[in-house]
């Protein structure tokens, strides 16, 4: 069956230090790989969007990768705050004879202390 | 700048009781898309439209229909209200069917008693 798999529910780190999250994925070959942020109680928000012929894509504090080979995606928050304190989700898009489904992983709670 | 406007925002169903979920954008987006969200178990796809016209069966489409009214509006139906559809409903729309940003609804809290 076609998953994506966010390798943790949690993770707690320092102001300041870099947060690393991670996103797999088996049976798929997509084209892109989305990041979005949710809040609570609110709906998911659009961070990034990378091509699979990018490695790397970049915005402020924040960097993608994407490794076709490995099936996995690396999301960095580089001089992480408590303010980006959330749960972050990948997505990719499927393609289905009806047209193209956009799935999310399980997403990855990030908490930052100070 | 109202985006993806869902209503309602909070409701309370008896077993067997039928609703509908309403979704509206105005942004000329052509795909629209219906999640839930339960704790631990992330976003899962009920059912999305890729165009006016067209509807298609996501992950978790059982229990459930919805209607493409036209290019604005996505509704999602529970015709017989189940406890296991307690949760977070998700609106989505997109302005293409790949490689496109998603914006979402603020989410509709449904409990089923």
């Known amino acids: 069956s076609q998953k994506i798999e966010q390798n943790s529910e949690a993770l707690n780190i320092q102001e300041g230090k870099t947060a690393t999250l991670t996103c797999n994925y088996t049976?798929?070959?997509?084209?892109?790989l989305q990041w979005y942020r949710q809040d609570p109680g609110r709906g998911p928000v659009f961070l990034l969007l990378i091509r699979e012929n990018e490695k790397e894509k970049r915005k402020e504090r924040l960097k993608v990768t994407f490794d076709t080979t490995l099936k996995q995606s690396l999301f960095h928050i580089t001089a992480s705050q408590p303010a980006d304190s959330a749960t972050y989700l990948c997505a990719l898009d499927i393609r289905e004879q009806a047209g193209t489904a956009l799935i999310f992983g399980k997403g990855t709670t990030l908490s930052v202390s100070s | 700048n109202a985006g993806v406007t869902q209503t309602p925002k909070f409701q309370v169903l008896k077993t067997g009781q039928s609703m509908t979920l309403q979704c509206a954008q105005d942004m000329n987006h052509n795909s629209m898309y219906w999640y839930r969200q339960d704790p631990g178990m992330g976003l899962r796809l009920i059912y999305y439209?890729?165009?006016?016209?067209?509807?298609d069966k996501g992950e978790v489409p059982n229990g459930y229909n919805v209607s493409r009214l036209n290019k604005r509006e996505f509704s999602l139906r529970l015709e017989s209200a189940a406890p296991s559809q307690t949760s977070v409903y998700f609106c989505a729309s997109r302005k293409g069917f790949r490689n496109t940003e998603a914006f979402f609804g603020q989410g509709t809290r449904l409990t089923v008693v």
């Open positions: 049976n798929y070959s997509p084209a892109y």
């Open positions: 439209s890729a165009s006016e016209g067209t509807t």
